[in-house]
Each structure stands twice: as structure tokens, then as C-alpha cells.
């Protein structure tokens, strides 16, 4: 079993920043893939970003590269997501996710851990 933990969630004026952190345990760290999904009332689930076990790959949605970047540090057991240049349309609920089979993903029906979500308000 998997547990994730993010963190880093608020309330920020468009064109500003964040950063979510998301805490892994019950399994070696480096063995999940892991994602960054969003979801705003009434609506599915959306893939956000995602990076390979190792940290040397990742993909994002196109509405947010350039933007926002994932990455990971395996020692620590945590992925990051960071968010620059954020706006309204950017306002979710964030969920960290992770993967035990190989390869980046962008379905959620792909993912086998969820976190509890972190809530992300962009102001304009």
C-alpha cells in the first residue's frame, strides 16, 4: 500500500507561484511513476504532468507547459509540482498520484494511489 500526502496548496493572484508537494510511503519511492492531476467541480479528473521513475522524463497537458514543471527527488520520497505563471482557469482541487507498472501515463484509470488533493485558488 501506498500513502501520498500533498502539500503546498492556496490562495495566489494570477501570475504568481506555487509549489505542491507530494510525500510518498509504503513502497520504494523510485519504483512508482507518479502524476499530478486537477479537478474542478462538475468536471473529470485532468491530467496536469507526469515523470518516469528515475525523474529523466516527464510530459505535461499542453495547457501547461512552459508553465508548470514536476520533478522528483527519490531520496526525499517526494514529487514536486511547480507552478509559475498561474491563472483563474488553473483553480482546482490538485491530486498526486502514482503508478507501479512502467511508462507515463495521462489517464487516472492508470494510476493505482491517490492523495487526498490540495486545493489551489488562482485570484484575478
Known amino acids: 500500500q501506498v500513502q501520498l500526502v500533498e502539500s503546498g496548496g492556496g490562495l495566489v493572484q494570477a501570475g504568481g507561484s506555487l509549489r505542491l508537494s507530494c510525500a510518498a510511503s509504503g513502497r520504494t519511492f523510485s519504483s512508482l511513476g507518479m502524476g499530478w492531476f486537477r479537478q474542478v467541480p462538475g468536471k473529470e479528473r485532468e491530467f496536469v504532468a507526469a515523470?518516469?521513475?528515475?525523474?529523466?522524463?516527464?510530459d505535461y497537458t499542453e495547457n501547461v507547459k512552459g508553465r508548470f514543471t514536476i520533478s522528483r527527488d527519490n531520496a526525499k520520497n517526494t514529487v514536486y509540482l511547480q507552478m509559475n505563471s498561474l491563472k483563474p482557469e488553473d483553480t482546482a482541487v490538485y491530486y498526486c498520484?502514482?503508478?507501479?507498472?512502467?511508462?507515463?501515463?495521462?489517464?487516472?484509470?492508470?494510476?493505482?494511489?491517490w492523495g487526498q488533493g490540495t486545493q489551489v485558488t488562482v485570484s484575478s
Open positions: 515523470i518516469n521513475r528515475s525523474g529523466d522524463v516527464t
Open positions: 498520484a502514482a503508478r507501479l507498472r512502467l511508462g507515463l501515463r495521462s489517464s487516472p484509470t492508470d494510476y493505482d494511489y
